[in-house]
């Protein structure tokens, strides 16, 4: 059954400082069923955004006994086009029935003059984009009544005409609007080895306050012609590379809410779990030195 | 410099194939021709194109394969391309863009199939509506119902096809293992899908009560219902279709007066 409007606001709360999983609908059954330990869950809230039907019905009974993260893909922030309207209507109905501790979307862009990619474009880092951003982030937030999560993205091309560092950038939207960073790990390394950009000088410039959430994925390895190029897949479990920089980005920011996020060749939840597991290691370390 | 709103429209015209190869030095090659770095997204935009309507239509994968499936799908983005940030929402023109594409051929029957299974996914994302008691509608059968409407209940969907429509339907679902032939001159088929509490049902319905539940749908009232299914007004089979069309329970409630009044 529908949980109830009203019923939303008693369960807001937060997001714990642990390891969570994406949440797929193939692991839906098996989750209500067996209840793992693990931290959080988070879901693409374009898959949510139905009255009725049996994905929107188990997110909601999952929401009675796991901490929920909303993470969307298709709000199209750094469009030039206007907001879409519905489609924000439609995330503010799914945040208002299911409470979720985040909500968070991307840096980036995906339609134009009203036909969409569904894709992650990249924006320019310029004061135009920047401009832009501010004014979209804080519209977005005054519909929402709250604030949210902006991540950044993967991407296999630069712009010329860039000259704003991406976490310079990151950061000062974060400043002008309260919005959080959600950092994806697995994006910074995709980026250090398909344009050189230093994931750990990024990792460096953030302010650690504004960091709410972490993600770790992996990417699969390209090539063409003679170039290799990394391919931001969530398809294939968290390389080794990744997990450095997590335990990087760990030591810089704190522990922070980390997400397994899985897209694609979904493998078992138990998969899922464990490499919640080794993320939940790397934060309990985190936790022990803070303490 | 290149304005954010005119780089836009240029690499979003390159990832839908509007464009090609041309200057475009607001991006860096590094290694990768700039060609090449689109390229990218472009097959990024075609894959997650695909994988949706793929995930949509399991019926029409299944009758015409995968690969055929895709080029269809390909097409169909070209020539209407997504509207919305949701990829849940690509396939509403399919059943149009088929219908129109293979009109006349051997699979004509497809566009129906896809007209059925996008009904089915929108109705399995609405509520149901649970019908009002009609026990209240025997208070007033003495009186002249020739006003009476019904309201159907808004997720209810009726495709009619000159094709055995539900059998190929039910037949190429998802839970099959394989196709199983099917004679196409077994003739038309009539097919409701309703939602249900916890479920969406499709099912076949004689003629009439297609006929029926259409002419309530638009509006008509009871008298124009009758006649737009038989010649003469409340015979036995009008009848006997108002009878089966009250016991699927899509008829939710009705209105005496007549609208305006």
């Known amino acids: 059954m529908a949980m109830a409007l009203h019923d939303a606001t008693r369960v807001q709360g937060s997001i714990p400082v642990s390891a969570g999983i994406g949440l797929r609908a193939q692991h839906q059954s098996e989750l209500l069923h067996s209840k793992p330990a693990v931290g959080w869950l988070e879901a693409h809230s374009e898959n949510y955004f139905s009255d009725a039907g049996p994905h929107i019905e188990s997110l909601l009974r999952l929401r009675e006994h796991y901490a929920l993260s909303l993470h969307g893909v298709g709000l199209s922030l750094g469009s030039i086009d206007p907001i879409d309207s519905q489609h924000l209507m439609k995330l503010k109905r799914l945040i208002g029935r299911t409470a979720p501790a985040l909500v968070s979307e991307h840096l980036s862009w995906g339609s134009t003059e009203g036909r969409f990619v569904n894709d992650l474009l990249p924006l320019p880092y310029t004061q135009e984009s920047l401009v832009h951003l501010i004014s979209r982030m804080n519209q977005v937030q005054t519909i929402l009544q709250r604030t949210i999560l902006i991540e950044n993205i993967s991407s296999y091309l630069q712009y010329s005409h860039s000259d704003i560092d991406e976490s310079a950038f990151l950061s000062e939207l974060s400043r002008a609007t309260g919005c959080g960073l959600l950092i994806d790990i697995n994006n910074l390394y995709v980026n250090e080895r398909n344009h050189g950009v230093d994931a750990r000088r990024f990792i460096d410039s953030i302010p650690p306050a504004a960091v709410q959430e972490l993600h770790l994925a992996g990417h699969s390895i390209d090539r063409i012609d003679q170039t290799e190029i990394l391919i931001d897949t969530h398809s294939t479990p968290v390389c080794g590379a990744v997990w450095e920089l997590y335990g990087y980005a760990i030591h810089r920011f704190g522990a922070r809410p980390t997400l397994i996020e899985w897209d694609s060749d979904i493998p078992s939840l138990d998969v899922l779990l464990a490499e919640a597991r080794k993320a939940q290691s790397f934060i309990g370390v985190a936790h022990d030195l803070a303490a | ?261």
């Not at chain 2, 076949?204 to 003469?232: K, N």
Request: proline content about 3%.
């Open chain 2, 1 to 261: 410099m290149i304005s954010l709103r005119d780089l836009q429209r240029d690499f979003l015209g390159y990832a839908l194939g509007d464009t090609d190869s041309g200057e475009r030095p607001w991006i860096v090659a590094n290694g990768l021709s700039v060609d090449q770095r689109l390229q990218i997204y472009r097959n990024n935009a075609v894959v997650g194109f695909e994988k949706a309507m793929r995930a949509t239509f399991p019926a029409l994968v299944r009758l015409g394969g995968v690969d055929w499936f895709d080029q269809m799908a390909r097409a169909y983005q070209r020539a209407n391309p997504s509207r919305s940030g949701d990829l849940n929402d690509v396939g509403g023109a399919f059943a149009a863009f088929l219908s129109d594409h293979l009109s006349g051929g051997e699979y004509e029957y497809f566009g129906d199939v896809a007209s059925l299974e996008w009904s089915y996914q929108q109705c399995l994302g609405e509520s149901a509506v649970l019908p009002e008691t009609l026990d209240r509608l025997a208070q007033h059968l003495q009186e002249d119902l020739s006003q009476l409407r019904f309201q159907v209940a808004a997720p209810t969907r009726a495709i009619e096809s000159i094709y055995p429509l539900f059998e190929i339907w039910s037949q190429n679902g998802s839970d099959r293992e394989q196709s199983a032939a099917i004679d196409l001159r077994r003739g038309a088929s009539r097919v409701l899908v309703i939602r249900r509490i916890d479920h969406v049902e499709v099912r076949e319905v004689p003629a009439r009560v297609f006929r029926l539940l259409r002419a309530f749908a638009a509006g008509s009232t009871l008298l124009e219902a009758a006649t737009a299914v038989t010649d003469t007004s409340f015979d036995a089979d009008f009848r006997d279709a108002l009878t089966r069309l009250l016991g699927l329970g899509v008829l939710v409630g009705f209105q005496l007066t007549a609208i305006g009044e």
